[in-house]
T-cell receptor, first 112, second 116 residues
Framework: GESVGLHLPTLSVQEGDNSIINCAYS??????FIWYKQESGKGPQFIID?????DKRQGQRVTVLLNKTVKHLSLQIAATQPGDSAVYFC???????????FGQGTILTVHP | ETGVTQTPRHLVMGMTNKKSLKCEQH?????MYWYKQSAKKPLELMFV???????ENNSVPSRFSPECPNSSHLFLHLHTLQPEDSALYLC???????????????FGPGTRLTVL
């Protein structure tokens, strides 16, 4: 059959709204999680991280929530701005040498 | 933004060419990584070097050959590539101070490779 390209989930919001980007991770033994932001033409940029012994961590305008029971990670962006438009990736460390496994990414578009 | 640099930013090569990608990190990190990012797949880890020793090789074809001469520099040597190798090649580095987890990776801007 014909191969199909990866279709990323998309989230479209208005400037000033709060955004929530979700990620399901695969390994219940993963002990460390990171959110990255990737703008067009750039490499992934670190946003925030969280260890598995925590369920919430806050940064500047961003909050990461970890639900280990259902293996779910979310990134909340407060007062979203047009400059937040990018692809957002979650990554999990499944152990050993900082080996990260990345999710497929979510495209966030912020409309002025 | 200048913590991890990559050159060239764009590269077009034929299938018979030999070229090299270069990565340099200015963060004093101990580990460096090569990733492949293509439109059809999530970010794929290719190689990991820790203290200049290769510790991970994710079943990458031999037409990709990494080299890590010191903890600040990483190369990816390319030869006889295929059109499906066209992708964004990202370099990353991390402190890797003896921790199995919690080792944040910082990425360069990538090299956009096109194989004709």
């Amino acid at each position: 059959g014909e191969s199909v390209g990866l279709h990323l989930p998309t989230l479209s919001v208005q400037e000033g709204d709060n955004s929530i980007i979700n990620c399901a991770y695969s390994n219940s033994a993963s002990d460390y999680f990171i959110w990255y932001k990737q703008e067009s033409g750039k490499g992934p940029q670190f946003i925030i991280d969280i260890r598995s012994n925590m369920d919430k961590r806050q940064g500047q305008r961003v909050t990461v929530l970890l639900n280990k029971t259902v293996k779910h990670l979310s990134l909340q962006i407060a007062a979203t701005q047009p400059g937040d438009s990018a692809v957002y990736f979650c990554a999990e460390n499944q152990g050993g040498y900082g080996k990260l496994t990345f999710g497929q990414g979510t495209i966030l578009t912020v409309h002025p | 933004e200048t913590g991890v640099t990559q050159t060239p930013r764009h590269l077009v090569m034929g299938m018979t060419n030999k070229k090299s990608l270069k990565c340099e990190q200015h963060l004093g990190h101990n580990a460096m990584y090569w990733y492949k990012q293509s439109a059809k797949k999530p970010l794929e880890l290719m190689f990991v070097y820790s203290l200049e020793e290769r510790v991970e090789n994710n079943s990458v074809p031999s037409r990709f050959s990494p080299e890590c001469p010191n903890s600040s520099h990483l190369f990816l040597h390319l030869h006889t590539l295929q059109p499906e190798d066209s992708a964004l090649y990202l370099c990353a580095s991390s402190p890797r101070k003896g921790l199995a987890g919690g080792d944040t990776q910082y990425f360069g801007p990538g090299t956009r490779l096109t194989v004709l």
